[in-house]
């Protein structure tokens, strides 16, 4: 792999030559890859049995596993399990940033820089669907995949944002009890396994990036609540971009680093890459290549002490009891749901319809793309139910399924017409007791509901 001149000359700069041979040399390995499950719709065991090439855990995380492509004839992101949310294709070191917030159904978390959402569905997954997560993106061509992995993996307790960490404080102050920055950065890191980053690098290894990084930063904490834990993470190895930016933060503000166990080939940062030399960034966490199975990262995690609190300006005032929502929509969730929505609270805007647990604020200048449930649109004649919808629901919470084969559900998603004949009505499709969207019947007419911006176009292939 021809790496840039300007990171090989970087790196052999500042370590030591021995170290520096290792490193280099362990680009010319395969890259690892990882998967992820969802607990909220799967089991490990029922994954493990599904996916029975998959058996080596990913040491520093509880849902992730080690996978070879060449180990199965299958192509996972083709395939039925895949449109069901059962699982994320994600880099094995980067499982661990989500891992060390360690976010609690309890709590209100923040990922700041969230696309393309893979650290959002494992943090909902930790909150089992409970809590509050705002997920936020400011590009708002990245937010487009934020989105649909949030609803893909039928995440419930999530509000997706658009935003600027200035706009979001002003609207929460100091609210989350921990925030994730998984940072822009020069992607070093993921030289192995993109052979695109290398040629973007050289437009990033600016001091530009560093100080978008630090205002980032400026913003997380500030939306911190006292006592409240900060998850800094980059996937790449310049000290600019990991322990001198944690070094201002420790300089500038009244927190502290958490020590954190380091496993399986985790090391500390290198204190001796920043100004002050501080032992104090022996907490930080690096990932090296020729150290661990995975790609490279940096994590860092935070706990702030002291420090000014923000008022925000957030409201709950928008939303309004379920008992008070629009009767065609009660009609329709009575006849063809289990599910009981009597505590929940709905919003509504642009005549689409959305369902919380509880009234968590949120403000409309922050380009709402998402809330919670997004249960579906009610126009002049009747209640339209949404993709969205379908996917945080369960098998059982369904008056009427129509459970597929294999070769149906591919036709399914392909939004083809399947050849059944049944009583009208909605129906939840099922695919091997999960769930695949809506589908509804006219007449003895099979009409396929599927979200047509997320039909698939190749099959994928059968376990």
Not at 316 to 335: A, C, R, T, V
Request: hydrophobic content about 30%; overall charge positive; aromatic content about 14%.
């Amino acid at each position: 792999m021809k790496l840039p001149n300007i990171f090989l000359n970087k790196f052999k700069s500042i370590m030591k030559n021995e170290e520096y041979i290792s490193f280099i040399s362990s680009f010319e390995k395969l890259p690892y890859e990882g998967i992820r499950y969802n607990s909220n719709k799967i089991s490990e065991i029922d994954f493990l049995k599904r996916l029975q090439s998959i058996t080596k855990k990913i040491p520093w995380t509880t849902d992730g596993f080690y996978f070879k492509k060449e180990d199965s004839n299958v192509r996972l992101t083709t395939h039925p399990y895949y449109h069901q949310g059962l699982f994320y294709i994600q880099e094995p070191s980067a499982m661990f940033p989500a891992e060390l917030l360690d976010p609690k159904p309890t709590d209100k978390v923040l990922d700041l820089c969230a696309a393309p959402g893979g650290k959002s569905v494992q943090i909902a997954c930790k909150m089992k669907n409970q809590g509050l997560l705002i997920s936020n993106e400011i590009s708002p061509k990245r937010v487009k995949a934020l989105k649909k992995n949030i609803e893909l993996y039928g995440i419930k307790n999530t509000i997706i944002t658009n935003s600027t960490g200035k706009n979001l404080l002003n609207t929460y102050g100091s609210y989350f009890d921990k925030v994730l920055v998984d940072a822009p950065c020069s992607g070093e890191g993921t030289f192995r396994k993109d052979k695109n980053s290398i040629k973007e690098y050289e437009k990033y290894a600016t001091e530009g990036l560093y100080s978008i990084q630090r205002d980032i930063l400026d913003y997380a904490f500030k939306l911190l609540k006292i006592g409240g834990q900060l998850v800094y993470s980059t996937c790449t190895f310049s000290p600019e971009e990991n322990e001198q930016q944690i070094e201002y933060l420790l300089k500038n503000y009244e927190c502290k680093l958490i020590e954190t166990k380091k496993t399986h080939g985790m090391v500390s940062g290198r204190p001796k890459w920043t100004e002050q030399n501080s032992l104090e960034l022996t907490k930080t966490i690096r990932f090296w290549p020729h150290k661990v199975e995975g790609e490279g990262h940096f994590v860092a995690k935070i706990i702030k002490i002291a420090g000014e609190e923000f008022k925000g300006k957030h409201t709950n005032l928008h939303w309004k009891p379920y008992s008070e929502i629009n009767d065609k929509i009660k009609s329709f969730i009575e006849k063809y749901l289990n599910v009981n929505f009597e505590k929940y609270y709905y919003y509504v805007k642009d005549d689409e319809y959305y369902l919380m647990d509880d009234k968590y604020p949120f403000d409309e200048k922050n380009k709402i793309e998402n809330i919670g449930i997004h249960i579906g649109q009610l126009n002049k004649y009747n209640f339209i139910p949404s993709q969205s919808f379908a996917m945080t629901l369960e098998k059982n919470n369904f008056k009427n399924i129509l459970e597929v084969n294999f070769e149906q559900a591919n036709k399914y998603l392909k939004c083809e017409t399947l050849l059944f004949n049944k009583e009208d009505g909605y129906y939840g499709i099922i695919y091997q007791n999960n769930i695949l969207g809506w589908a509804k019947f006219n007449n003895g007419f099979f009409k396929n509901l599927y979200e047509k911006t997320w039909r698939k176009v190749s099959d994928g292939n059968s376990f």
